[in-house]
């Protein structure tokens, strides 16, 4: 059972235009939702991350929206450059203060940014 | 990549052999992972480690076996490879539990074709 279902699998956006990918998520415990960023023949590599207390984080051009109720959140990426083309992680996790604590990945959102 | 050497990088082997894939961080870093990616199904969680001799299953864990016997090296083994094992299998280490929000570091991965 995919305990963070992301969409869309794959997105194409002009230079400029804003990229957003989606993430649900049903289990209520969760309590840190990371984005993950991975270049082709790199590892994933963490970009930006929330907590369920604030609805909203800005880093540069890439911020994060949460809505709690809808237990949804999504990565949007502002003025989108060729060089954010890469496979977007989303993630959930739980246990916060538990040794055993671990990340339930998203399947990826190839992006591609058309120059 | 955050001091995470993961060996070999690439590797073909025929179905039924043995296989170990090894992962080696200089960041002392007491949490280490292993993950699989294939196309459309993301990362997985193969099998995990909290500390030398503590290790625990993923969610993908049949077929495959884990050791840590000094805090640096984590390896993977497939003990009869299947091609449904065909993947590129990830190394990550974090220095706490991800419950607490923990960043995870990844290795550049071992693409690995069983035929």
């Known amino acids: 059972q995919q305990q963070v279902k992301q969409s869309p699998q794959s997105l194409i956006v002009q230079k400029g235009g804003i990229s957003i990918i989606n993430c649900a998520y049903e289990?209520?415990?969760?309590?840190?939702f990371p984005w993950y960023q991975q270049f082709p023949g790199k590892g994933p590599a963490l970009l930006i991350a929330?907590?369920?207390?604030?609805s909203e984080k800005k880093e540069g051009r890439f911020t994060i929206s949460f809505n709690k109720s809808a237990k949804q959140f999504s990565l949007h990426i502002m003025d989108s450059q060729p060089g954010d083309s890469a496979t977007y992680f989303c993630?959930?996790?739980?246990?916060?203060?538990?040794?055993?604590?671990?990340?339930?990945f998203g399947r990826g959102t190839q992006l591609t940014v058309w120059p | 990549d955050a001091g995470i050497t993961q060996s070999p990088r690439h590797k073909v082997t025929e179905t039924g052999t043995p296989v170990t894939l090894r992962c080696h961080q200089t960041?002392?870093?007491?949490?280490m992972y292993w993950y699989r990616q294939d196309p459309g199904h993301g990362l997985r969680l193969i099998h995990y480690s909290y500390g030398v001799k503590d290790t625990d299953k993923g969610e993908v864990s049949d077929g495959y076996s884990v050791s840590r016997s000094k805090t640096e090296d984590f390896l993977l083994t497939l003990e009869s490879a299947t091609s449904s094992q065909t993947s590129v299998y990830f190394c990550a280490i974090s220095s706490a539990s991800l419950g607490t929000g923990e960043k995870l570091f990844f290795g550049s991965g071992t693409q690995l074709s069983v035929l």
């Open positions: 289990n209520t415990a969760f309590d840190y």
């Open positions: 993630a959930a996790s739980k246990d916060r203060g538990s040794t055993l604590g671990r990340l339930y």
């Open positions: 929330i907590r369920p207390d604030v």
């Open positions: 960041e002392n870093h007491r949490y």
